[in-house]
């Protein structure tokens, strides 16, 4: 009986037998066949576009629903409305790579746009008196953030989110942090949605709480200011109070958000500090790895955030392109939030349980406090 084996072909005493390979190579020996260019133009592209169409759809929606209620916002209905059309629609695979890249890209864009809106010269029109609350009351929220946070049993970036998100401007630092820190999707929404929560506390509280005091319209803008997270709820919470109170608020507000540049820009250093101590500990040679490269430790968005600042604080935005840049910004976080939502699954944020919401009371009552605390001591002390 004879028998041989050529490139997938057998024979022996029986009829041949065709066997099948796997990946077989038909071309010439020492060659690769390459894919045709109708094969791969624009794969990562047009892998992402089902589901980054369903993350804008979603956020459309949102942002009508945002503006028949102001107070809730796009971005918070963008995440609510992701949660509920991936229980009732479940989104299928071809719909991941696209939610991926908005969850994460489309985020990053958007904290690039809000640089756009910001200045120095906002800083030093809030006047040097003020910046001590804003710098005092972000300082304490973050001490207890991390204190209570630990306590309490909250994981160590969902602390963070929370920390960052009632420390200086809600969904926007939480938008800004969370590629920093490479937060999960169910910590960024259960984040956003604790703040939320607070937003409405403040809103309905607050005008009430300055009356009791006697606050002045001033007082209370800069209570408002440093001491409710997002713009819009800031508005609300101010105008309720006054027009002069509502325009210093806004001021305070913005000039506050500049403070992500020093905590997103910490936190890059913290991350990499962590990562560098995990691969020494893994390969005690990496240990002395050398340096820290800028590119890593600076994210490329927060330097977009500090190029467009620049340029803004430089007037070479025009005054007629902040409105549509500041709905561009939050439109781009819409979307974002909308995957968020999508590719966050309701089960994990149950196993979570309420301590993160516990914290999130905490820190907005160590905030409100402090910052009258502040703003009381300056005066009398």
Request: aromatic fraction near 4%; proline fraction near 6%.
């Amino acid at each position: 009986m004879t028998s041989c084996s050529i490139k997938g072909y057998r024979t022996d005493a029986g009829p041949p037998t065709v066997v099948i390979m796997k990946n077989a190579s038909l071309s010439r020996p020492g060659t690769t066949r390459r894919p045709s260019r109708l094969a791969t133009a624009g794969r990562p592209g047009t892998a992402r576009l089902p589901g980054l169409a369903l993350a804008v759809a979603v956020a459309l929606v949102a942002t009508v629903l945002g503006r028949l209620v102001p107070v809730v916002g796009g971005p918070v209905s963008g995440i609510v409305l992701g949660v509920l059309v991936a229980l009732v629609v479940r989104p299928g695979e071809r719909t991941r790579p696209g939610i991926a890249f908005a969850g994460r890209g489309v985020l990053q864009a958007a904290v690039v746009v809000l640089g756009a809106q910001l200045s120095l010269g906002q800083v030093l029109r809030v006047g040097v008196g003020s910046l001590p609350v804003m710098i005092v009351t972000l300082a304490v929220c973050l001490a207890a953030a991390y204190g209570i946070g630990r306590r309490l049993g909250v994981v160590r970036d969902l602390r963070t989110l929370i920390g960052v998100g009632t420390g200086i401007c809600g969904a926007s630092a939480i938008a800004a942090v969370t590629p920093v820190i490479g937060a999960a999707e169910a910590e960024v929404a259960y984040a956003v949605s604790t703040i939320f929560v607070f937003n409405i506390a403040a809103v309905l509280t607050f005008p009430a709480l300055g009356h009791l005091l006697g606050m002045g319209q001033h007082a209370f803008g800069l209570f408002a200011g440093t001491a409710v997270n997002d713009m819009s709820s800031v508005v609300a919470a101010a105008t309720t109070y006054g027009g002069p109170a509502a325009d210093y608020a806004v001021v305070v507000k913005l000039a506050r958000t500049l403070l992500i540049i020093p905590i997103c820009l910490g936190l890059a250093a913290l991350a990499r500090r962590r990562a560098r101590t995990v691969d020494a500990a893994a390969d005690p040679g990496q240990g002395r790895a050398g340096a820290v490269r800028v590119g890593r430790l600076v994210p490329w968005f927060l330097v977009g955030f500090l190029v467009l600042a620049a340029v803004n604080t430089a007037g070479l935005v025009p005054s007629a392109a902040h409105a549509p840049l500041s709905t561009l910004a939050v439109f781009l976080i819409t979307v974002a939030l909308s995957a968020i939502g999508l590719s966050t699954e309701p089960a994990r944020l149950r196993r979570t349980g309420p301590a993160p919401l516990l914290l999130g009371g905490c820190l907005w009552l160590v905030v409100s406090a402090t910052s009258l605390g502040v703003q009381f001591l300056a005066r009398y002390v």
